[in-house]
């Protein structure tokens, strides 16, 4: 027998994910019950500077209470007309940089077993510096240029206060299969 849904209910609605419990039979007709949040769409984007180096930020986030190298990212809003805007949008927001090409990939599941949100990555090239990086109030953000070459070997070797996103280095490998970045050979 497939698994299939009994009942959904609301848990929780909050301002940017709302829980909500899945009531489900298993493969043997037994019931079970799943939580998981229905948040919002977002974007997330590599930007390289050239091909030895990309721009990443450093995040204070709030959940984990501490600093995180990550992509700039962003919620997609009901005013963006497409995920695109919103990349160009967040880049220059999060980093002052304008990305004269913007290669988007497939987009992805955030975090299947618990969300439904959905990730539109983009590549960005062609970098142009058209203001200071602005953010607001509630956010910690520094803009941190990073070899290509060095971006394993620092998640590897991170330190306690600090943590590394994953999307950088997933986002990293398709670009350098792409030709867009270079590591060097050791």
């Not at 992509?71 to 919103?86: E, F, H, R, W, Y």
């Not at 618990?114 to 510096?129: D, V």
Request: glycine fraction near 6%; aromatic fraction near 8%.
């Amino acid at each position: 027998m497939p698994l299939s849904i009994v009942s959904k209910r609301k848990l929780f609605a909050g301002k940017f994910i709302t829980l909500w419990s899945t009531e489900f039979l298993d493969k043997e007709g037994h019931t079970h019950e799943w939580e998981w949040i229905r948040g919002h769409d977002f974007v997330v984007v590599l930007p390289i500077l050239d091909t030895k180096n990309i721009l990443l930020i450093r995040n204070w986030r709030v959940p984990v209470e501490r600093y995180v190298f990550e992509l700039p990212a962003g919620m997609i809003d009901a005013t963006d007309p497409d995920p695109a805007s919103t990349a160009h949008r967040e880049l220059i927001e999060e980093t002052g940089y304008e990305a004269g090409e913007l290669l988007a990939l497939p987009p992805i599941p955030h975090a299947p077993g618990n969300s439904t949100s959905m990730i539109y990555p983009f590549i960005a090239t062609k970098l142009k510096k058209i203001s200071d990086q602005q953010g607001d109030q509630t956010e910690d953000i520094s803009i941190v240029s990073m070899p290509v070459d060095n971006v394993v070997s620092d998640y590897l070797n991170g330190r306690q206060e600090e943590m590394f996103n994953l999307r950088i280095i997933a986002l990293l490998h398709i670009a350098i299969s792409k030709g867009l970045c270079i590591l060097d050979e050791k």
